[in-house]
């Protein structure tokens, strides 16, 4: 499916090889899933803007979308902020419409959150185009190379966190 050719640095190569492989791979993906439409329709981004959410309000709507009915601390374990900045950020998206809180009958002190009804199509939609093929590349690797691959992209979520004053909770600053 890819349109350029690909290189595949051999195992001997340079660690500055495999860098150079890596930065141009990210590109390619990236504009790939770009093109496939993965982006919500400019609706759903209009809905952003008007409410003044940016990027930082999207890993919330992902993990929404792919696990409907989340309470806020499992948001923030998907997402990997602290519940605070989590539940700060729900609390954005249901006033711009786009999220619903609701008391969890069994135990009233969580908040369940939940994908608005009137966007549940479009978001389904545009996050089913970006994990599809994610999907389908994790189920080419055997159990042992998917296992690399992603203890792979964790240290790299690490390292490129590593020192920066911006990482963690922090990075929900536009």
């Not at 640095?9 to 790939?32: H, K, M, Q, W």
């Not at 770009?34 to 329709?41: A, D, E, M, V």
């Not at 209009?46 to 993990?63: K, N, Q, T, W, Y």
């Not at 619903?100 to 479009?122: A, F, G, K, P, S």
């Amino acid at each position: 499916m890819a349109t350029e050719a690909t290189t595949q640095t051999p195992p001997d190569s340079s660690l500055e090889d495999g860098v150079l492989e890596l930065t141009s791979l990210f590109g390619r993906v990236f504009r790939n899933l770009k093109q496939r439409g993965g982006l919500p329709p400019q609706a759903f981004r209009d809905a952003f803007e008007e409410a003044s959410l940016g990027p930082r309000h999207m890993p919330v709507m992902i993990a929404v979308t792919l696990e409907d009915g989340l309470s806020v601390s499992e948001v923030a374990e998907r997402i990997g902020l602290s519940v605070a900045t989590t539940s700060l950020l729900v609390g954005e998206l249901s006033r711009a419409g786009l999220v619903e809180r609701t008391e969890d009958e069994r135990d009233r002190r969580r908040t369940i959150v939940t994908l608005h009804e009137d966007h549940r199509q479009v978001m389904e939609e545009s996050i089913q185009r970006i994990v599809e093929p994610m999907r389908r590349a994790l189920e080419r690797l055997s159990p042992r190379a998917r296992a690399n691959f992603l203890e792979g992209w964790r240290i790299l979520d690490e390292e490129s966190a590593a020192g920066d004053p911006m990482a963690g909770d922090a990075d929900c600053v536009d």
